[in-house]
């Protein structure tokens, strides 16, 4: 099993900025990739931005610019620096991470979900 516990979200004004992180724990042997999505009232969860193992990033249109994922292999975590945010940036922001346990000699896949942190942006 592996847990992301996510923290950082809460109520910023348009413009403001917020710095999301999340880390993993468990018996992990490796973390591919990292990634954070959102879902905001009445809509789908959609990818925000997503990290891999070789830091290759890639982007919704939406947040191009004003987001940056980053990551801590040696921590286990990932972080979303959102700045210039929007109202319609409201969601809850969820991390998502892929990769590998240890179990003695096996080495199971796993992809692990956070519980969500609710980021808000209104005057």
């Known amino acids: 099993q592996v847990q992301l516990v996510e923290s950082g979200g809460g109520l910023v004004q348009p413009g403001g900025s917020l710095r999301l992180s999340c880390v993993a724990s468990?018996?992990?042997?490796?973390?591919?990739?990292m990634g954070w999505y959102r879902q905001a009232p009445g809509k789908q969860r959609e990818l925000v931005a997503g990290?891999?193992?070789?830091?290759?990033?890639n982007y919704a249109e939406s947040v191009k610019g004003r987001f940056t994922i980053s990551r801590d292999n040696a921590k286990n975590t990932v972080y979303l620096q959102m700045n210039s945010l929007k109202p319609e940036d409201t969601a809850v922001y969820y991390c998502?991470?892929?990769?590998?346990?240890?179990?003695?000699?096996?080495?199971?896949?796993?992809?692990?979900w956070g519980q969500g942190t609710q980021v808000t942006v209104s005057p």
């Open positions: 990290i891999t193992g070789g830091d290759s990033t």
């Open positions: 998502n991470a892929e990769g590998r346990l240890i179990r003695g000699f096996v080495y199971p896949a796993f992809n692990s």
């Open positions: 468990g018996n992990i042997f490796n973390i591919n990739t």
